[in-house]
């Protein structure tokens, strides 16, 4: 089961574990700012990512405000992921308090 965390827990396990950051906004949002090294998905990327990445690694799943990505975070889950996040507040309350990358 996924769990949902905090922008500040995000944060820190970003810095501090490596944790992927899978951003599932469309482009055109997602070009306009994200967080560092985060990789969007979507349907035409979504099988590829998952063969390539260690399903060991943290996974957190953002979108607009927190709830798309709780979903998400469920499929990341139940495809082999040890530990699967959705970031309550989304990129909407991540751009109030962090930095993002244009």
Known sequence: MFEQISIEVASE???K????????RDP????QGHIANAVRIDNSNLQQFLQDTDKS??????????K???S???IFNQQGFERSYSMEGG???WALTKEMVI
């Open 13 to 15: 396990m970003i810095e």
């Open 17 to 24: 574990e490596a944790a992927l950051v899978v951003d599932i």
């Open 28 to 31: 055109n949002t997602f070009a």
């Open 57 to 66: 690694l943290p996974v957190i799943v953002v979108c607009y405000h927190g």
């Open 68 to 70: 798309s990505s709780q």
């Open 72 to 74: 998400a975070a469920e």
């Open 91 to 93: 990129m909407c309350e």
